[in-house]
C-alpha cells in the first residue's frame, strides 16, 4: 500500500489501532473506511474481515490510494455534519452507525445517502457479513441485457453504450428469434420496442410473461411516440418502465442498471438462506441439476460436497442460538471467502451446507474442502462461557453420469457420513 503521497486525509488524528493497520492492502485489495472514532469496533471489524483479504482502514490516516473502498462508515452525526462526505470515494456503498432504530434516523441515514443503518453498539459479525456480501457483488458478473430492437442503428447505440458501462448485451432484431435467445441467455433486463415487425412490442412482452422463469425480469419500453395510451398499454403488458427513444443516454444506461441491480437483489431475497446470505436448499439443488447436465452435454468434471458442522446441537445448548448462529456465519465466511466465482456455495439445512465446483475432479474437491475444513478449525468463537473452537465434517462426490441429480447428492452424503463414523473434523471423498 502507498503511504499517501499528495493524500489530503494523511494526518497527525489517524484513529488507527495497531490491529487495524497490522496487514495493510495493497491498492488493488478490498477495503473499508471507517470514519469513526472506535477502535475497538475497528479492531473487531478488522478481525473478521481479515481472512477474506478485505482490511478495514480507520479516521483520517492513509489509505490505498488507487482501490476506491467497497463501503464507508460513519457515524450519522458526522454525515449530517459533513455533507459530501459520504461521496468522496467513487460513491462506495454508506452505511451509518446511529444510536436509535427509528423512522427520524432512518430518514437521517437515507437524506445523508446511506444505504444501510446499523445500531449501536454494533454486532461485527453482522457488520461483516453486508460488507462480504458487497464485495462478492463486485465480483459477479456483469449485468445481462437484451435489447429487441428492428432499428439497427439505435440498437447499435443502446449496445455500444450499455457494454461501456460494463454489461453484457444481446440484441434481436426479429421476434422470431426471441424465445432462443431467452433461453440462452437468461437475461437480467429486457429492452423491448414498442414497433416491431410480424408482432408488436407490447405482444411480445405478454409472450415473455407467460414464462414463470421472467414473470420478475424487468422489461423497459423505448418508443418514438409519447402517447399516454401507448404508456398505459405498455404498463399493462407487464411493462417496468417507459422510455422515449429521444432520451438521453445517461438516463437509459441508468434506468437499465438501477433494474438489474434491484432485480438481482429480489432474487436473492428469494433464493438465498436469510441468516447466512448463500443459497437456500431448494436453489442449490436446482443449480447442481444444471451443473450436472452441463457436466453430462460436455463432459468436464463436476464436484460436489456436503459439509456439516460437528456437534452442533451441543454449541447451541452450551453458549445458546445465537452463538451458533455466529458459527454458521463464520463458516459462510470461509467458504465465500476461498471459493472460485464459478463455485456455488449453499445452506442445505441446519448446519448443513453443500458446494457445488464446475470443473473440479474429486480430488480436486477433497484438497479444496481439506484448505477450508484447517482455516474453520482456525477460528475462534466468543460464547457467554468463554471463546471455543469449531470443526466441520466433510465428504466429496464427483460427477459419474448418475441417472438423476439425487444419486449424486447421496454420494455425497454417504462420504459425509463415512467422515462422521471415521471421527468427525474429517474430509472424505
Known amino acids: 500500500m502507498r503511504s499517501g503521497d499528495g493524500n489530503p486525509n494523511q494526518g497527525a488524528d489517524s484513529a488507527f489501532s495497531a490491529e487495524v493497520e497490522e496487514g495493510r492492502a495493497c491498492d488493488s485489495d478490498p477495503w473499508v473506511w471507517l470514519e469513526e472514532d472506535q477502535a475497538q469496533l475497528a479492531a473487531s471489524l478488522a478481525a473478521h474481515l481479515r481472512p477474506h483479504g478485505v482490511q478495514v482502514f480507520a479516521g483520517n490516516g492513509p489509505r490505498p490510494a488507487l482501490q476506491p473502498p467497497t463501503a464507508v462508515l460513519i457515524d450519522l452525526d458526522k454525515a449530517e455534519s459533513r455533507p459530501g462526505i459520504l461521496h468522496q470515494a467513487s460513491n462506495p456503498t454508506a452505511l451509518v452507525l446511529a444510536s436509535e432504530d427509528d423512522l427520524q434516523s432512518r430518514l437521517r441515514a437515507v437524506r445523508c445517502g446511506a444505504e444501510g443503518l446499523y445500531v449501536k453498539p454494533v454486532d461485527p459479525s453482522l457488520l461483516a457479513d453486508r460488507i462480504l456480501r458487497l464485495t462478492h457483488e463486485a465480483l459477479l458478473t456483469p ?6 430492437e428492428d432499428d439497427e442503428d439505435f440498437a447499435a447505440w443502446a449496445v455500444a453504450n450499455l457494454e461501456l458501462d460494463g454489461m453484457r448485451v444481446e440484441w434481436v432484431a426479429d421476434p422470431k428469434d426471441l424465445l432462443g435467445v431467452l433461453d440462452s441467455f437468461r437475461p437480467e433486463v429486457i429492452v423491448l420496442d414498442v ?11 405478454r409472450v415473455i410473461r ?14 418514438g411516440s409519447s402517447a399516454s395510451n401507448v404508456q398505459h398499454r405498455a404498463l399493462r403488458s407487464g411493462a417496468d418502465a417507459y422510455l422515449n427513444k429521444s432520451t438521453d443516454l445517461a438516463h437509459l444506461v441508468e434506468s437499465v442498471r438501477i433494474r438489474a441491480a434491484r432485480g438481482r437483489r429480489v432474487r436473492a431475497a428469494m433464493t438465498r438462506d436469510s441468516l447466512t446470505g448463500l443459497l437456500n436448499h431448494s436453489c442449490t439443488v436446482e443449480n447442481l441439476k444444471r451443473e450436472s447436465m452441463v457436466a453430462k452435454r460436455n463432459g468436464r468434471p463436476l464436484s460436489f460436497a456436503m459439509l456439516d458442522i460437528d456437534h452442533f446441537k451441543s454449541i447451541n445448548d452450551k453458549y445458546g442460538h445465537r452463538t451458533g448462529d455466529q458459527v454458521l456465519r463464520s463458516l459462510a465466511r470461509v467458504l465465500i471467502g476461498r471459493l472460485r466465482g464459478a463455485d456455488l456455495i449453499g445452506r442445505y439445512g441446519g448446519e448443513e451446507f453443500a458446494l457445488i465446483l464446475p470443473g473440479a475432479s474429486k480430488e480436486d474437491g477433497v484438497g479444496l474442502l481439506e484448505e477450508l475444513r484447517v482455516e474453520f478449525n482456525a477460528l475462534e468463537h466468543g460464547g457467554p462461557h468463554g471463546s471455543f473452537r469449531a470443526t466441520f465434517s466433510a465428504g466429496v462426490a464427483q460427477w459419474d453420469n448418475y ?13 459425509l457420513y463415512r467422515a462422521k463414523a471415521k471421527g468427525r473434523n474429517r474430509v472424505m471423498g
Open 143 to 148: 449485468y445481462r441485457v437484451l435489447i429487441v
Open 195 to 205: 414497433e416491431l415487425p410480424t408482432c408488436s412490442g407490447l405482444e411480445l412482452a
Open 403 to 415: 441417472d438423476e441429480c439425487g444419486q449424486f447428492i447421496e454420494a455425497a452424503d454417504q462420504m
Open 210 to 223: 407467460q414464462g414463470d422463469a421472467y414473470l420478475g425480469v424487468p422489461i423497459l419500453f423505448l418508443s
